[in-house]
């Protein structure tokens, strides 16, 4: 099974960028889709975007499309989360997961996904 460690958070004002990275381990890593979700202080953790096994689909919660763009590397067994135009209502721990089923609209759902990274912390200010 896959390993994940997420980096990349950190604190930053509105408006700024940040860029998330999720480091897999092991062979498989391309036959995973990728996801991201977050969880913020006393709220369920919410679905944030997902990418399919190649890199080729992508789906995003309706409050950052347009803001935040994933993608991968799978030669470097990589997954990442641009996250432009940030607000402080980005506030959260992000965790990157690894599904190895399922279509672009169940990566939506926590229980779809088989491993978890341990989050990382993205802070914004107003």
């Known amino acids: 099974q896959v390993q994940l460690v997420e980096s990349g958070g950190g604190l930053v004002q509105a408006g700024g960028s940040l860029r998330l990275s999720c480091a897999a381990s092991g062979r498989t890593f391309s036959s995973y889709a990728m996801g991201w979700f977050r969880q913020a202080p006393g709220k369920e953790r919410e679905f ?5 096994w190649s890199g080729g689909r992508t ?4 409050s950052v499309k347009g803001r935040f763009t994933t993608s991968r590397d799978n ?4 997954a990442y989360l641009q996250m432009n135009s940030l607000k402080p209502e ?3 721990v992000y965790y990157c997961a690894a599904a190895r089923g399922g279509a672009p609209d ?7 996904y088989d491993a978890w990274g341990q989050g990382t ?6």
């Open 48 to 52: 944030v975007a997902a990418v399919s």
């Open 59 to 62: 789906t995003y919660a309706d």
């Open 75 to 78: 030669a470097k067994n990589r």
């Open 90 to 92: 980005d506030t959260a």
């Open 106 to 112: 169940d990566w939506r759902r926590p229980n779809e």
């Open 121 to 126: 912390q993205v802070t914004v200010s107003y």
